[in-house]
């Protein structure tokens, strides 16, 4: 039996359509995992019946999070936002550390991953960080456009190595991180690429999109096939 990966996905509010990137669904198929999409528009006591059905959760990208969730009034350059969204996504991963079932986290998934702990989020690079790189980029989406270094003898360094050169499409990071998680990536300018657990057997947040990369760098593939291993 394969694992029951589900991911979460996002709403369009004009059209009512809910959305996922085929590139989620496809990453998770070729590490070896059964892909189940989980509508954000879902009543939030479905939780606990959502988590028994599946053997992992995976934390898909998207729009900005409520600042009101971490503390924070909203600054100028904050996007779009999807409360609905934001309460399941939370629900779900509180829960999910609860029962320490794997998580992978992705863009905003890994933003999330640090909400749901305690953890804040730098709400606008470009406007609060001197000297930040260019983290939305403008060349293909599975194109890597700049380097992160990892941590040694964590889990991104052993999958991934010491170094690498990922995608980017975000505005937002990770910033105070929380109590239960160690950064154990960095891109050049320090903003934070990803985290991972101390506390947990498979909890990790990457900031970069390893689902359009998988096809083209064996170590993304990796990434997701150490996840998927995680919850068999």
Known sequence: MLPIIGITSSYDGGSGRILLSHYYIEAVEAAGGLPLVLP???PEDHVEQILNSIDGLLLSGGVDVDPLL???EPLPAMGDICPRRDRLELMLTRRALALNMPVLGICRGVQILNIAAGGKVIQDIDSTMKGALKHQQQAPRWYGTH???TLPGSKLATILGEEMVVNTFHH???GEVAEAFEVS???LDGV??????KKHRYV???QSHPECMWNHDPRILGLFRSFIQ???
């Open 40 to 42: 954000c528009i879902l």
């Open 147 to 149: 380097t992160i270094r």
């Open 172 to 174: 937002q990071a990770v």
């Open 70 to 72: 971490f503390g924070e």
């Open 185 to 187: 990536a960095w891109a």
């Open 192 to 197: 934070v690429e990803g985290i991972e657990s």
């Open 230 to 232: 995680a919850c068999k």
């Open 204 to 206: 990790l947040g990457v």
